[in-house]
């Protein structure tokens, strides 16, 4: 997804930009430039390493792929794939910053879902080309020819599902994991970016040409939703909406009431026991950009 010609011509604008912490350390990222935004959602890693400069590694990486992205993307026209060459800098930076030397098989550091979407103009009739490459469970709303698509990787599902059933029927305080949830994702990290696992950005196992991609045709000026599963659990965890009726509020400049309506709904069922998850609260992010030729 390289920025083309056509591409200089065609930006995004932002019509709503919000991210909330789940408990103390927001984890989340989101940005746009020019004919690129996106959104990523960090996860701590498995791994005795520490970076002392970042309040958790996972927060680490979410500042390191916000610091790499622009420039990669600006300089994008006629250079490589900007993500192989962010999977390159993040390597260096995390041996870097996290200490040099050789790491377990078992370590995987932090992790990252990314969502990245692109936008030029389309052939004919003045309408536009939206493209998406995405790791892990970011997700993007996208309107097109009367319905609206989402745009995700769900390859982790089976090992969500997992985790789950680990958690059984009780839930969890906020900031707090229980010990069979735990050793359940020090299992799931093991399958992380290999073959019949799931892939996410990580500065010790190579992930990027293995993200999914989607194409659509736009009309000039729809909104465009990119957001973290955190708030996607307005949908996907308490069935408050669907696809079609979250992008519709967001698209009405309702986001701000989405939020505390997400909270409130999380502090209702602040034990999990009736929409079981393992994080009471999670980080949300939401970038909601339309498009312009």
């Not at 680490?60 to 992205?69: D, H, K, T, V």
Request: charged letters at 25%; one cysteine or more.
């Amino acid at each position: 997804m390289s920025v083309s010609e056509t591409g200089l011509h065609t930006r995004f604008r932002s019509l709503y930009r919000r991210s909330l912490p789940g408990f103390r350390v927001n984890e989340d990222c989101a940005g746009l430039l020019g004919s690129h935004a996106w959104v990523a959602d960090g996860a701590t890693g498995v791994s005795d390493r520490r970076i002392e400069t970042a309040p958790s590694d996972a927060a680490w990486l979410a500042a390191a792929i916000q610091e790499g992205l622009p420039s990669l993307l600006q300089a994008g026209r006629g250079a490589g794939d900007p993500l192989h060459e962010l999977q390159a800098i993040i390597a260096r930076r995390y041996e870097a910053a996290a200490g040099q030397g050789p790491h377990s098989p078992t370590e995987a550091g932090p992790s990252a879902c990314l969502g990245l979407i692109g936008v030029e103009e389309a052939a004919g009739r003045g309408r536009l080309r939206l493209t998406g490459r995405f790791l892990g469970d970011v997700v993007a709303l996208v309107p097109s020819d009367g319905e609206v698509l989402r745009w995700t990787d769900e390859r982790a599902k089976p090992f969500e599902r997992l985790t789950l059933a680990a958690l059984g029927e009780g839930g969890s305080a906020a900031g707090v994991v229980p010990e069979p949830v735990r050793r359940q994702i020090v299992e799931n990290r093991a399958r992380l970016n290999s073959p019949g696992g799931y892939w996410v950005v990580n500065p010790l196992r190579p992930w990027a040409g293995r993200e999914l991609r989607f194409s659509a045709q736009l009309e000039p000026g729809a909104p465009v939703v990119l957001a973290t599963d955190g708030f996607m659990r307005l949908v996907d965890v308490f069935g408050a909406y669907t696809d079609r009726s979250l992008h519709a509020a967001l698209a009405a400049g309702r986001g701000d009431d989405l939020f505390d309506e997400l909270r409130e709904r999380e502090l209702h069922d602040d034990a999990g026991r009736s929409f079981r998850r393992v994080k009471i609260h999670d980080d949300a992010t939401v970038l909601v950009v339309a498009a312009e030729g």
